[in-house]
């Protein structure tokens, strides 16, 4: 039901890839710069659509698009939250843009679903305590609901891939 792979996020034939996107939800860097790239302006056009209807994404929130030219059929953007030094919510916010877009793939009849490591790139998100909060707001969502078959944790570097292979053998999923 879990899978953890070291690979890049726009390559991966699944129902829904996960964006980390920005509050604009207009692209950016890192992964949503990389999503928004591999997948044409199909998606920029639909996330200014969701803009000027609703001004944006908020931080811990989620919205949904098709995947452009991506080998997956939506890309569920959501907006993990900037490190502050811990101070201002900054953990149940990233536990809520991981339960909220497994929420929108389950609504969407979602069965697969990767998600890239939140917030831990310029965001600066201590990398172990987002990969605790991720593995840990995903095993608890999946036992709310046997609509979503596949989680996949994407990680890009190294660094990413050893703490969640760490801590998913902890937690036994795998």
């Not at 899978?3 to 129902?15: A, G, Q, R, S, Y």
């Not at 609703?54 to 907006?79: D, M, N, R, W």
């Not at 979602?110 to 679903?113: A, Q």
């Given at each position: 039901m879990i899978?953890?792979?070291?690979?890049?996020?726009?390559?991966?034939?699944?129902?829904a890839i996960v964006n980390a996107a920005n509050t604009s939800l207009l692209g950016g860097g890192g992964v949503d710069g990389a999503i928004h790239?591999?997948?044409?302006?199909?998606?920029?056009?639909?996330?200014?659509?969701?803009?000027?209807?609703?001004?944006?994404?908020?931080?811990?929130?989620?919205?949904?698009?098709?995947?452009?030219?991506?080998?997956?059929?939506?890309?569920?953007?959501?907006?993990?939250?900037?490190?502050?030094?811990?101070?201002?919510?900054?953990?149940?916010?990233?536990?809520?843009?991981?339960k909220n877009s497994l929420k929108l793939a389950s609504d969407n009849q979602?069965?697969?679903?990767s998600f890239p490591n939140i917030s831990t790139g310029i965001y600066k998100f201590p990398k172990e305590k987002?990969?605790?909060?991720a593995i840990q707001t995903v095993l608890n969502f999946l036992t709310t609901t046997d609509k979503i078959e596949k989680v996949i944790f994407v990680c890009l570097d190294k660094e990413n891939y050893n703490i969640?292979?760490?801590?998913?053998?902890q937690n036994n999923p795998l």
């Open positions: 899978e953890l792979l070291l690979n890049d996020i726009t390559k991966i034939p699944v129902d790239k591999a997948g044409g302006k199909e998606i920029l056009q639909e996330c200014q659509k969701i803009r000027n209807k609703q001004g944006g994404c908020k931080v811990g929130e989620a919205v949904i698009t098709s995947a452009g030219k991506l080998p997956a059929k939506f890309v569920i953007h959501t907006v993990g939250p900037v490190w502050n030094n811990g101070k201002h919510n900054e953990e149940s916010l990233l536990s809520s843009a991981y979602i069965l697969s679903i987002a990969a605790e909060i969640y292979t760490k801590l998913l053998k």
